[in-house]
Nanobody, 121 residues
Framework: QAQLMESGGGLVQPGGSLRLSCAAS????????MGWYRQAPGKQRELVAV???????NYVDSVKGRFTISRDNAKRTVQLHMNSLKPEDTAVYYCNAHRGSPVAAFIRDFWGQGTQVTVSS
């Protein structure tokens, strides 16, 4: 059974840093694109950063230069290093594992339970 366990959220002052971690189990980790999404109150969930199994990464414009996604295939973990945090980064952050396929029935998406990040003075 696939499971994604997030940790590392909390309250931080503007300009501060946090590191989120996600541990995956029950999936063939290398087959999945790992990503972080976030959802602020009253807003849609948005992609923050993704890390493909072959090393490519992508970020939403609003976090470029401030956030870094990293991945350890041996430990089956993905992390989000967040620096220079702003109040608008406040949201619930979700870990995602996505496996694409030309065959729709083989596409898989798994989500963690979410971890709250609050940036406030």
């Amino acid at each position: 059974q696939a499971q994604l366990m997030e940790s590392g959220g909390g309250l931080v002052q503007p300009g501060g840093s946090l590191r989120l971690s996600c541990a995956a189990s029950g999936i063939t980790f290398n087959d999945y694109v790992m990503g972080w999404y976030r959802q602020a109150p009253g807003k849609q969930r948005e992609l923050v950063a993704v890390f493909g199994s072959n090393g490519w990464t992508n970020y939403v414009d609003s976090v470029k230069g401030r956030f870094t996604i990293s991945r350890d295939n041996a430990k089956r973990t993905v992390q989000l290093h967040m620096n220079s945090l702003k109040p608008e980064d406040t949201a619930v952050y979700y870990c995602n594992a996505h496996r694409g396929s030309p065959v729709a029935a083989f596409i898989r998406d798994f989500w963690g339970q979410g971890t709250q990040v609050t940036v406030s003075s």
